[in-house]
């Protein structure tokens, strides 16, 4: 099977320095916010040049944490988008505040044209969501949060990395929230999350926050908020440096693949999703007229692909371009592990799914 995501191929390519360094964990009996969790927080403030960095359990929960933050609850609106897995809308209702959905654009990425138009006197976040790899409209939506004065949340789940018109994502928005999961461009092995912000009295809450409302160094200060758990721990940060440094290789060989795809697919006429200049080429979606039925016959032929997103995040009402990438949208592997040879394979799969099951 050619895979999306080439777990077993990554870890061992990092299996030597990971139980290393998972040795010195254990000699050091610090499981949690020990020297790793540290060092990869540093990493992240040098990266993005953010003020703060944090390590999370995941971006969910760095999304959780940040309406906690923010003091988001019953009465108050969040606008998220409509195209997204449910991680991007859950951590609204764990608050009790209310979802409002901002329709895609023919990109998959949230239309930012029609943000205005949902703004009401109770919203006070909006969540800008970069999909598939590309940068949110950066210039578009912090102009809206500055006239609105709301709350500018860059889901960078996805996007980080991107840039658009010189600017990079991680810099962007005045929360950051990034996953580091086994499947996302900086992946871990498992689960791992980031929340970066330059506004430091965020970043003291999300210092109790995130251990139950006890300040990260002090199990013998009282509590003074209640709070979640959404600590990492030291393994999640080893793996996350393993992925670190060897980030700019791996985005070099997906970029190689990704120029490879464009110019087979649009040689052969096969309609993959149009992405931007400064995307991080984290996933690359075909657009055949039925995906579901597309990735049966591709598993058939040997190919692993995802079906992002089986569903709409909304419940009701009209989302056109949400509801075509649900139908239509198949993410084929482009990862760094894939050889010439597999990679071809798939431009050859793909093309000959496509044509029996074209839009
Ligand atoms: C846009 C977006 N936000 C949030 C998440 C949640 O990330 P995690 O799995 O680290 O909680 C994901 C994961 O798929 C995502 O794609």
């Known amino acids: 099977m050619i895979r999306a995501h080439n777990l077993a191929r990554r870890y061992a390519e990092i299996k030597e320095e990971f139980l290393d360094m998972m040795q010195d964990v254990y000699e050091r009996e610090k499981v949690y916010h020990g020297h790793y969790t540290q060092v990869a927080e540093m990493e992240w403030q040098r990266l993005s040049g953010r003020k703060h960095a944090m390590l999370t359990g995941s971006c969910s929960m760095s999304l959780h944490m940040s ?6 609850g019953p009465g108050d609106e969040v606008i998220v988008t409509a195209y997204s897995c449910p991680a991007s809308e ?28 949902l703004i009401t006197e109770r919203t006070r976040v909006i969540v800008a969501t970069g999909m598939y790899g590309d940068m949110h409209d950066h210039k578009t939506i912090e102009a809206i949060c500055k006239k609105h004065k709301l709350v500018y949340m860059n889901d960078a789940a996805q996007s980080m990395f991107s840039t658009q018109d010189g600017v990079e994502s991680t810099t962007t928005g005045d929360i950051v929230c990034m996953s580091m999961a086994e499947n996302k461009p900086m ?79 649009s040689r052969l006429g096969v309609p993959a999703r149009k992405h931007s200049a400064g995307w991080n080429t984290h996933k690359y979606p075909i657009l055949f007229r039925d995906k579901f039925e597309a990735q ?20 009701t009402g009209d989302f056109p371009n949400t509801d075509m990438y649900v139908k239509q949208a198949l993410s084929i592997p482009i990862n760094a592990h894939l050889t010439d040879a597999e990679v071809e394979q798939v431009v050859k799969a793909v093309d000959l799914v496509w044509k029996s099951n074209s839009i």
């Open 187 to 265: 992946p871990s092995l498992a689960s791992c999350g980031v929340v970066l912000t330059n506004n430091t009295e965020y970043y003291y809450k999300f210092l109790h926050l995130h251990n139950h409302g006890k300040p990260r160094y002090g199990r013998r200060l009282p509590y003074t908020h209640f709070g979640i758990r959404a600590m990492a721990d030291e393994e999640a940060a080893v793996q996350a440096l393993c992925s670190m440094k060897r980030f700019d290789t791996w985005q070099s060989r997906r970029h190689e693949i990704g120029k490879y795809y464009d110019s087979e697919f």
């Open 296 to 315: 049966g016959s591709l598993e058939l032929m040997g190919i692993e692909t995802e079906a992002q997103y089986p569903d709409a995040l909304p419940k």
């Open 67 to 72: 309406m906690l933050a923010l003091g988001i």
């Open 90 to 117: 859950t951590f609204v209702h764990l608050v009790g505040a209310t979802a409002v959905f901002c329709e895609v654009d023919e990109t998959g990425n949230m239309d930012a044209s029609l943000l205005e138009n």
